[in-house]
């Protein structure tokens, strides 16, 4: 049974910084490209960072040169960096791991930028 279990949000102030971590029972975890999605109150959610099974990442333009997503095939885990946040980061944040027809999803976890 797949899981995908993240960790790592809470509240932080503006200008603050979070590490989140998800840890992914998938496998062949190196076969899977792993990102990260948040969705905001009354908001879709979407995509913010992606990192391929072959390393090379994508970001969503309102996080580039501020998050950065990296992956552990030894430890099967998957963190995103979040630097410079904003009050607009606020969201619910969640793990993605998908391959061929397989697309496993985290519960989330809350990250919240307020003063």
């Known amino acids: 049974q797949a899981q995908l279990v993240e960790s790592g949000g809470g509240l932080v102030q503006p200008g603050g910084s979070l590490r989140l971590s998800c840890a992914a029972s998938?496998?062949?975890?190196?076969?899977?490209?792993m990102g990260w999605y948040r969705q905001a109150p009354g908001k879709q959610r979407e995509l913010v960072a992606v990192?391929?099974?072959?390393?090379?990442?994508n970001y969503e333009d309102s996080v580039k040169g501020r998050f950065t997503i990296s992956r552990d095939n030894a430890k099967n885990t998957v963190h995103l960096q979040m630097n410079s946040l904003k009050p607009e980061d606020t969201a619910v944040f969640y793990c993605?791991?998908?391959?061929?027809?397989?697309?496993?999803w985290g519960q989330g976890t809350q990250v919240t930028v307020s003063s």
């Open positions: 993605n791991a998908h391959w061929g027809i397989y697309d496993h």
């Open positions: 990192i391929r099974r072959g390393g090379s990442t």
């Open positions: 998938v496998s062949p975890f190196v076969l899977y490209d």
